[in-house]
């Protein structure tokens, strides 16, 4: 099944987030956008390419009202050894969610059973706690933060305009489609 507009399954977990360890649930995402980002485990190859790259355009997701959740079945302790040695975490601003009961792997559904570890999962959650966009990817291929900017805008676009749709490769600005009859067949 889905998860697409199913609420957060109920959760609590310690973040490491700007020197302290934070309580984080799923009462904490109500009212404002927000990204999980699933990664298989810290001190990796691909993930602090990742991360870092979140880093690097987190004041863009900001500036649209959005955190940013990085999620790992790491615990909160490894999370800030992991920011404090290594230069690309380092510079990370948003919390670092820790999974060790691999209880939020499991709700959504991007825990590997037999090794403990999270898929490379993303999921954009609207201010009601609905998940509105989920993608997976191979635990060898990075994904990209300026695609994930691009579809949380869309996101935001048709919560925002109810009775339109963004057409692909849309960008912030660009035309939306109105579906209609009028328009079958004529795309």
Not at 39 to 60: H, I, K, Q, S
Not at 137 to 163: C, D, F, M, S, T
């Amino acid at each position: 099944m889905s998860l697409i507009n199913t609420e957060v399954k109920p959760f609590n977990a310690t973040a490491y987030h700007n020197g302290e360890f934070v309580q984080v649930s799923e009462e904490s995402l109500k009212g404002q956008w927000s990204v999980f980002f699933f990664y298989p485990a810290d001190f990796t190859f691909v993930c602090p390419t990742e991360l870092g790259d979140l880093a690097d355009n987190y004041e863009e997701f900001k500036k649209l009202g959005v955190e940013i959740y990085s999620v790992s079945t790491d615990t909160h302790f490894t999370h800030k050894a992991w920011h404090d040695s290594s230069e690309t975490i380092n510079k990370l601003q948003y919390p670092m969610l820790a999974d060790p009961t691999l209880t939020i792997s499991r709700n959504f559904e991007v825990l590997i059973e037999d090794a403990g570890l999270a898929e490379r999962g993303t999921f954009v959650i609207d201010p009601e706690g609905r998940i509105q966009i989920m993608e997976i990817n191979a635990g060898n291929i990075g994904r990209n933060a300026e695609e994930l900017l691009r579809k949380v805008k869309a996101a935001q676009y048709v919560a925002a305009h109810p009775n339109e749709v963004c057409p692909a490769k849309w960008k912030e600005g660009e035309q939306t489609l109105a579906p209609s009859l009028d328009l079958v067949g004529k795309i």
